[in-house]
């Protein structure tokens, strides 16, 4: 289907089922780009074949279009029992290019909305109302077994295949990509077949929270 009878017929909207590929999906920006690549590359958005930037501390490099060298405010709370390591770490640097409401390589304005449902997490540089990011996974488990489930669980209503522990950076840190399948291939659908923020487990009865917390 071509990108104009996606956008005109949305309930054949290509990759809008959860696990169809980036094709499609809502991080396919020539879906809503008011600049659209002219060839019709997807990819091309974030990752590049050549001249690609470089000391994204991904391993290995993702031949990343462009990066931002901001510092962002942490999440703090009497509760968080973790020590936020490196709060950019892995691939959290290369979402926040984009969704810190700032800079935004197609320019959505939905992009600018830090509020609940929009995507600019990072507004403000503050990331303080977020979940935390950054902090070493494997740490908060052994110290506290009772409160956190180990990463070499199921997402607990997830695929079926995909474990905490496979989107853990360097197998322990906990970055945007631990919870969030940006290409929308492993990720799973809500009751409305949506892929409901490309998460890996849905998000009835907080299944997504319960894979990793013991409430």
């Known amino acids: 289907m071509s990108i104009l009878a996606c956008l005109n017929d ?3 909207f290509c990759g809008e089922a959860a696990g169809t590929g980036v094709k499609g999906s809502k991080h396919d920006l020539n879906m809503y780009s008011a600049q659209q690549d002219a060839q019709e590359r997807i990819c091309v958005y974030c990752h590049v074949p050549h001249h690609a930037e470089v000391g994204t501390t991904l ?3 993702a031949l990343w279009a462009g990066t ?7 999440y ?10 490196d709060l950019v770490v892995g691939p959290t640097k290369i979402c926040l290019s984009c969704h810190d ?3 935004a390589s197609d320019t959505h304005p939905n992009l600018k909305s ?6 600019g997490v990072g507004i403000g540089s503050n990331l303080g109302n977020d979940h935390p990011i950054g902090f070493n996974y494997l740490k908060i488990v052994q110290e506290k077994p009772n409160d956190y489930k180990p990463p070499n669980e199921l997402w607990q209503d997830g695929n079926g295949t995909t474990t905490v522990a496979s989107g853990l950076f360097e197998g322990k840190y906990v970055t ?7 290409h929308n291939t492993k990720n799973v659908s809500d009751a ?12 009835k009865d907080s299944s997504l929270c319960r894979s990793c917390h013991r409430k």
Do not use: W
Not at 176 to 182: L, P, R, V
């Open 192 to 203: 409305n077949n949506s892929y409901n923020y490309f998460v890996y487990s849905r998000q």
């Open 68 to 74: 931002q060298n901001k510092s962002f405010i942490p």
């Open 176 to 182: 945007c990509a631990t919870c969030h399948d940006m």
């Open 76 to 85: 703090v709370s009497p509760t968080f029992d973790a020590v936020i390591e």
């Open 114 to 119: 830090d509020l609940f449902g929009g995507t």
């Open 10 to 12: 949305r309930a054949a």
């Open 59 to 61: 391993t290995p490099p």
């Open 101 to 103: 409401g700032v800079i």
